[in-house]
């Protein structure tokens, strides 16, 4: 199988490439440096000549819901008039838990990407899941005022993005699907306390204050409704696992 690769070169698409090349498939990575522009449009009709499938994880490092909604509804429809051009007959989206549970940012974007593609004629699969055990790492990064690093206040239940991928190939494997179960972790984890696990794990040792974010957003973090629902299919690499595999720093 052919397999075009959105977003092959970034954090989750370096994984499904390796492992679809692995399983026998023609992995195809679309990005930027191999002139591919989603939100444009530019070069996809070249690199879509011969791909059976679309994978789609591709991503924008943006909250503004303006930003993540014309990233995500842009790119997604370049890539299903194309697609469809080119004979593509399965198109893989990799979205999030929640995505119809925060009207506002990165989530706002995520469903409107789901929207364009229940609207379109190439089959489909939609995968959500939920966030990596990465997210500590991001949040680390970005919660933070100075040398201040916070701790933010969420439940969530992150997944190994390896086995996300291992997941992505599969539904590739097996053809359209609609919209298959949810992907999540092996148990919930506090959000606070993954972050404040990364930042020993990395030799932080100063204060880290457990905040609320503001917002629906901060409100759907705390009350559960980022947590997958009942029948998800679970993951097996628990956080503490994840932070024990991190090289030695």
Known sequence: MRIAVAGGTGLTGTHVVEIARRRGHEAIPLSR????????????????????????????????????????AGATRNMLSSGQRAGVT???????????????????????????????????????????????????????????HAAPR?????????????????????????????????????????????ARAIGHRGWMPEVSLPGALGRAQRNGALLPAPGATLGTQTFAEWLDALPDR
């Open 33 to 72: 440096h191999g002139g591919v522009d989603l939100v444009s449009g530019a070069g996809l009709p070249q690199a879509l000549v011969g791909a059976d499938t679309i994978i789609d994880v591709s991503n924008v490092n943006s909250m503004k819901t303006d930003v993540s909604v014309s990233f995500f």
């Open 90 to 148: 399965h198109h893989i989206a990799l979205t999030i838990v929640g995505a119809d549970a925060v009207s506002e940012g990165y989530y706002a974007g995520k469903l409107s990407q789901e929207r364009a593609i229940e609207a379109s004629a190439v089959p489909w699969t939609i995968l959500r899941s939920t966030q990596f055990h990465e997210f500590a790492a991001l949040m680390y990064e970005i919660a933070r005022a100075g040398p201040l």
């Open 154 to 198: 969420a439940r969530i239940q992150p997944i190994a993005v390896r086995e996300v991928a291992e997941h992505l190939v599969t539904l590739a494997e097996s053809g359209p699907g609609g919209r298959v179960s949810e992907l999540a972790g092996p148990r919930e984890e506090s959000l606070a306390a993954m972050v404040r696990a990364y």
